[in-house]
């Protein structure tokens, strides 16, 4: 079973020529509604990647929730602890320009809400794993990461939006997932010099005990784990857009160890769902299933 204690929330995407300035003000056709949320998404890939899921979160109770929440019933994610508080829905007001350039403000309503107080009442143990980010206060990860280290489980933080993590939660990892630029955001908020992602992976894991992958966008994925690294390139693909690139990565590399695959597998199973992410548009509709993440690990593209 994966746990997956995150954020959900609505996007409003609307199409502009050009981005806003400070103080000016664009207009767009249209815009449109989806479900988002690293939670939410993380969620939905491990879902569909084969694993048993379940989210514990907070939506409001007003009529974004419904959208929030839609597509992962559908796909059979467990909702039962994601509360219902009074407070708007999460929502990322996204703005897209002709070239694909994006300015994002998110609300996080709900999701400040968000408490871990579930995970204590859940049946966990050894074969679970507890999945974070970083959309929901900070402190209650920490509570739903010691939980699931007092059950036997395993706790991988996505250390997205990029922060600087709490040193009490970097204690509780097991492993950490991040982009290029969140690796460094770590190191520096570590005091360490290193700046390439094989250098901050390595010292993670050395020195931290904390496995460590690091997402090349294009380049694939390079991770150490136990003092050994693996560097893995991305498949060849064609690039729709990246859009829950990251998020796919996370959710299937998380669905596979639970499903008992070692680093290794794991890490070619992520690299997979993040490049097929990348072929459809969108976010959740792009997040891919496990047939065909296991297709292109056939085709031993690695
Ligand atoms: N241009 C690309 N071609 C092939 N695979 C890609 C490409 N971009 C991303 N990927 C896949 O997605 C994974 C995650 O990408 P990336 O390192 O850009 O994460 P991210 O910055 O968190 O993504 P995003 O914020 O766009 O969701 C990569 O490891 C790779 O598997």
Known sequence: MIVVFGSLNVDLVTPVERLPGAGETVIGP????????????QALAARRAGAEVRLVGAVGTDAFADIALSLLAAEGVDLAEVARVEA???????????????????????????SATPLASLPLGEGDILLLQREVPEA??????????????????????????????????????ANEHEALVLAQSLGWGEREPDDIARRCDGELGIA???TLGAEGVVGWHGGVRRR?????????DTVAAGDSFTGAF????????GFSGALQRGLA??????????????IPRKDAIEALVGQSFL
């Open 30 to 41: 249209s815009y449109a509604l989806h479900p988002g949320g690293k939670g939410a998404n």
């Open 88 to 114: 708007p829905t999460g929502a990322a007001f996204i703005a897209v320009d002709a070239d694909g350039a994006n300015q994002i403000v998110v609300a996080a309503g709900a999701n400040v809400e968000a």
């Open 140 to 177: 209650e990860c920490l509570k739903a990461a010691r939980r699931m280290k007092q059950a036997g489980g395993r706790v991988i933080l996505n250390l997205a939006p990029a922060g600087p993590p709490d040193p009490a939660l970097l204690e509780c990892l097991d492993m950490l997932v």
């Open 212 to 214: 460590c992958i690091v």
């Open 232 to 240: 893995l390139a991305a498949p060849a693909i064609n690039v729709v």
């Open 254 to 261: 998380a669905a596979a160890l639970a499903a008992g695959y």
């Open 273 to 286: 769902a993040g490049s097929l992410a990348c072929t459809a548009a969108g976010a959740q509709p792009s």
